[in-house]
């Protein structure tokens, strides 16, 4: 996708690239055209003086002055051409034509011709020829100039405008550069703060931008707002519903025992109300290591050891040890519940099965790379591919890995990870292998 500085540039080199070449199209024929007008009044001139030089010879017979004749028309193939044809038939012709003839119909006395024609060594001239009457003397005078010079001269400036012209259009695409660079520049501060936002260290934007974005950034903060409020309330929605179970559940508890019923289907109720406690447990358990945070990014530094901490509580009894490589302290741009439920349920497995030690690793790269490992006596390899399915338990008396890893395996799912089981070599119990994706960086 092209950016907007790009298209605009795009539009404006186009707009200016029309604009430019009918400037210069009409620039050059305006000047082709004062110039050919220049090289007419010029054959006017001429003309006037060559008939002026035009008189009777002694013996009758018509004749040219000429020392009243330029000079230019003396030099052979100058580029300016002239011949005067009487009545009587006989032509007068420049020395400049050399061996060349000018072809021309006789005019009347009054009448002027304007026309181009080849002249000598194929130039290009512009002929005016003009019928007239000096006392009874009536001739027909042809004056031509090459436009060769004047065509060059066109060229040039034809050239010297579009480059100048091209310089114009180069220089209006850097300044319109430079102008939406600091246009777009205002905009660093609210990208920035779009950037907390998603990292969770910031609820909104304060920084609206420009006239033109504040419909945008104040709809952004509208929906912030939103998500956070429905996002809480069902936070503790769910959190209240666990609790208000919670007691029911342990009552129930007390009553199958005092029910008069065969032990077969004591042992069953007693099962699946555990089983819900269990359930109730957990939601509480996760209310408890989410905290209130909404829409924030994962930081293993800051909060990998608050569930190491929640974990110890949780297990103080057990006096386990556990024990967390290096941590990075960037933010990792993947949903900070998601991560702390995932890790909440794999430390809490490796908790309940381990017996003196928990290993937990984690690599920030490409993906974000986690290992939770135990000392534990571990699962049979037989049992590995067929535990991550939900309600697959197999410790029922440990709380057992099943429900903890069906969660794991969801999230894992939701991220287009990849989740993998296997006997930690180290420790000798069960190591759960975890690789998210990560986001690629915007442009």
Known sequence: MQSLERRLGIGLAVI?????????????????????????????????????????????SARM??????????????????????????????????????????????????????????????????????????????????LAPLARQ???????????????????????????????????????EIHEVSAGTREHLETLGPREVRPLTSEINRLLLQLQQRLRRSRESLANLAHALKAPLARLLQDVDTLAIDSQTHTRLQ?????ISVLVDHELRRGRLAGNSVGQYFVPARDIPEL??????????????????????????????????????????????????????????TALQLRVADDGP???????????????????????????LSIVQDIVNDHRGALRLARCDVLGGLAVEVSLPLPAAPD
């Open 65 to 146: 002055r000429e020392g009243r004749i330029s000079p230019i028309y003396r030099q052979p193939l100058s580029g300016h051409y002239f011949t005067v044809r009487f009545d009587s038939g006989t032509d007068l012709r420049s020395r400049s034509l050399w061996d060349e003839v000018l072809e021309f119909d006789t005019l009347a006395p009054g009448e002027i011709v304007l026309s181009r024609q080849r002249g000598p060594g194929d130039q290009e001239l512009l002929v005016r020829t003009a019928g007239y009457q000096r006392g009874e003397q009536r001739f027909t005078l042809v004056v031509a100039e090459d």
């Open 16 to 60: 200016l690239g029309i604009a430019f070449s009918l400037i210069l199209l009409a620039s050059v024929a305006a000047i082709r055209s004062l110039s050919e007008a220049y090289a007419v009044t010029r054959l006017e001139h001429d003309a006037e003086a060559l008939a002026g030089t035009v008189a009777p010879s002694p013996r009758g």
């Open 271 to 275: 099962r699946d109300l555990r089983q």
């Open 308 to 365: 190491v901490a929640a974990m110890q509580q949780l297990y103080r009894d057990r006096a386990l040890q556990i024990q967390v490589g290096t941590l990075a302290s960037t933010a990792v741009a993947i949903d900070r519940q998601d991560l702390v439920e995932l890790l909440g349920n794999l430390l809490d497995n490796a908790c309940k099965h381990a017996r003196t030690r928990v290993q937990l690793d984690v690599d920030v790269d």
């Open 378 to 404: 571990g699962i049979p390899a037989s049992e590995l591919d067929s535990l991550p399915a939900r309600g697959k338990r197999l410790d029922e008396r440990a709380g057992g890995h099943g429900l903890g």
């Open 154 to 192: 066109i060229r040039q400036f034809q050239w010297s405008a579009a480059l100048l012209l091209l310089t114009a259009l180069v220089g209006a695409l850097l300044v319109q550069r430079v102008v939406l660079r600091r246009a777009f520049g205002s905009l660093d501060t609210l990208r920035s």
